[in-house]
Each structure stands twice: as C-alpha cells, then as structure tokens.
C-alpha cells in the first residue's frame, strides 16, 4: 500500500496536462487544480487537515478514482477538444508535415494513466497499520548500507 497526498495527485497532473498540451498551459488548469484540491478534501481522509491523504493498493486504484472522480469534468471536456473544431477523428501526419497545435488535444485516458503511474511511483511505500521503526543512527556516516558500521569514529 503507498499513501498518496492531495499534493502527490495536484503535482502530477498540473505536470502531465502542461506536458501533454500543445501550448504553453492548458485553459482552466488553476479551476481544475482547485477543484482536485475540493474533492481530495472530501475523499482523502488519513493525513492531517492541510494534507489530506489517502491509501491506494496499486497504480489501477489511482486510475480508477481519477477517472471515477473527474471525467467528464468541464475542463476535461476542453482539453480533449482540438482548439480548430475540427471533427476529424484521425488527422494525419508525415514526416514532413506535423499536425498544427490546434488540432491537438490532451487524451484525458492518457493524462490518468501518467499521473496514475507517476503517482505510484514517487509515492512512499508503507504497511498501513505499522509505525517506521525509529532508528537513530540512520544517519551515522560512518555505518554502510548493510547496516553494519564500518569504524567505530566520526567520518570526518
């Protein structure tokens, strides 16, 4: 299980959606991080008040409530549109032609699967009803990695 703060999920998609746009921020992005911000407040509920948290099983948990909490969200609506209106479902491209940023769109799919992922993976990893061990030597220079100590005086 990893806990996942409202900031982990805020940090994630403010990146991928400026990542996957073809301008320079994405229309609404501010409205749509408040809006993340609401409805973590409403759902996460480990962590303290000015961080709400939450714990997920895997990379598909974060997905599924994304995708359950925010499509067809209107600013979502907005980025999977392409600026032109064209109604195209294909546009074709070569390799000397590249479609104009216009006919663009963020795929909203796409979008949850990154942040998903990347959520995952900058997340802590913990067992949810064990404490971390104190250990107070943890940062001792002169212990090793093993955990054994490699002199008995300061590193210095």
């Not at 109604?87 to 998903?116: C, F, H, K, M, Q």
Request: hydrophobic fraction near 35%.
């Amino acid at each position: 299980m990893r806990l996942v703060s409202s900031k982990d999920i805020i940090e994630h998609v403010s990146g991928c959606a400026v990542r996957q746009h073809p301008f320079y921020a994405p229309e609404g992005l501010f409205y749509f991080v408040q809006d993340i911000l609401f409805r973590c407040k409403s759902d996460f509920t480990d962590g303290v008040v000015s961080t709400p948290m939450k714990w997920f099983d895997s990379s598909s948990d974060i997905y599924a409530w994304l995708k359950q909490s925010f499509d067809g969200h209107p600013v979502l609506t907005v980025w999977n549109t392409p600026r032109s209106k064209h109604t195209s479902p294909i546009i074709g491209t070569s390799r000397y032609e590249e479609p104009a940023p216009e006919d663009d769109i963020i795929d909203i799919d796409a979008l949850w699967l990154n942040v998903a992922r990347g959520v995952w993976l900058a997340a802590a990893e913990f067992e949810k009803d064990k404490t971390p061990a104190n250990d107070t030597d943890a940062l001792d220079p002169t212990r090793d990695c093993s955990g054994s100590y490699t002199g008995s005086g300061s590193a210095y």
